[in-house]
């Protein structure tokens, strides 16, 4: 079992920088691929990226890549998702996911734990 609770979200402007965090509970965090997600009003959710558990290995979406950067912290048990140079296409709920696996997936169906969501809002 893994508890996620993400915070850092909030109103931020475009080309501006804000920084997610995902606490996690629980004694498989460090054992889990970790993965960010996000959905805006009437769209699907959307993988953003995901780190792998041990060697911190990256993938990131097409649409974020060179701009968002995801880590981790396992003895902290924290993940997070710098983004930097924001777009008002940004702005959506965030959540992080837990996925009890040595592979990345962008599927979300695929992620085990779920964290409640942040919301981050790209202003111009």
């Known amino acids: 079992q893994v508890l996620l609770v993400e915070s850092g979200g909030g109103l931020a402007q475009v080309g501006g920088s804000l920084r997610l965090s995902c606490a996690a509970s629980g004694r498989t965090f460090s054992t889990s691929v970790m993965g960010w997600f996000r959905q805006a009003p009437g769209k699907e959710r959307e993988f953003v990226g995901g780190i792998t558990r041990s060697v911190g290995d990256t993938v990131y979406a097409d649409s974020v890549k060179g701009r968002f950067t995801i880590s981790r912290d396992n003895a902290k048990k924290m993940l997070y998702l710098q983004m930097n140079s924001l777009k008002p296409e940004d702005t959506a709920v965030y959540y992080c996911?837990?996925?009890?696996?040595?592979?990345?997936?962008?599927?979300?169906?695929?992620?085990?734990?779920w964290g409640q969501g942040t919301q981050v809002t790209v202003s111009s």
């Open positions: 996911a837990a996925r009890q696996s040595v592979f990345h997936s962008s599927v979300a169906s695929q992620y085990d734990f």
